[in-house]
T-cell receptor
Framework: DGGITQSPKYLFRKEGQNVTLSCEQNLNHDAMYWYRQDPGQGLRLIYYSQIVNDFQKGDIAEGYSVSREKKESFPLTVTSAQKNPTAFYLC??????????????FGPGTRLTVL | QKEVEQDPGPLSVPEGAIVSLNCTYSNSALQYFMWYRQYSRKGPELLMYTYSSGNKEDGRFTAQVDKSSKYISLFIRDSQPSDSATYLCAMTGANSKLTFGKGITLSVRP
């Protein structure tokens, strides 16, 4: 089955700890994205990558870091510098320039709770 | 003015009702329009995609775009309890970045 997987589904972290969220896709998509979703605020873009070994900051990148060493994988690290990390994190992928015009497909999400 | 505004919710309707969900946008460079459906604690799934003014129908769902008024809508006919979810409008232009509305939570009562 083609799709996007995120792990873990639920994650608990103590204040001051870094944590890494996994995102893997087997859709052969070039572009990958990380969003944060908070109640009443919709989806906000954290980082995105349109090609391997390249990524750009989104609207709320402070306190987060990413890497894109493989086309299939785009892990997100939530660092201790992120002041309000408790949220639902969504990974997405798309193929820029395709006739579907950058339609993004989402993974199931990771709910991060800071204790 | 926010780039994308979505009607606030929540919205509760009886089963069988016609539902109208709406978004407006301010940037005329936004050309491609999507509706996503998100069930509780799940990732959004693409429901409808369109890029031209007019209507696009898929089963009980119709997406409508009016570029001159910068207004998009999603209509759900014969609504079912299984349609209960959060609906997000999204749009993009040449830069490939999606801009989302805040979402509206729909509840369809049996």
């Amino acid at each position: 089955d083609g799709g996007i997987t995120q792990s873990p589904k639920y994650l608990f972290r103590k204040e001051g700890q870094n944590v890494t969220l996994s995102c893997e896709q087997n859709l052969n998509h070039d572009a990958m994205y990380w969003y944060r979703q908070d109640p009443g605020q919709g989806l906000r873009l954290i980082y995105y990558s349109q090609i391997v070994n390249d990524f750009q900051k989104g609207d709320i990148a402070e306190g987060y870091s990413v890497s894109r060493e493989k086309k299939e994988s785009f892990p997100l690290t939530v660092t201790s510098a992120q002041k309000n990390p408790t949220a639902f994190y969504l990974c997405a992928s798309s193929t820029p320039g395709a006739t579907s015009t950058d339609t993004q497909y989402f993974g199931p999400g990771t709910r991060l709770t800071v204790l | 003015q926010k780039e994308v505004e979505q009607d606030p919710g929540p919205l509760s309707v009886p089963e069988g009702a016609i539902v109208s969900l709406n978004c407006t946008y301010s940037n005329s460079a936004l050309q491609y329009f999507m509706w996503y459906r998100q069930y509780s604690r799940k990732g959004p799934e693409l429901l409808m995609y369109t890029y031209s003014s007019g209507n696009k129908e898929d089963g009980r769902f119709t997406a409508q775009v009016d570029k001159s008024s910068k207004y998009i809508s999603l209509f759900i006919r014969d609504s079912q309890p299984s349609d209960s979810a959060t609906y997000l409008c999204a749009m993009t232009g040449a830069n490939s970045k999606l801009t989302f509305g805040k979402g509206i939570t729909l509840s369809v009562r049996p």
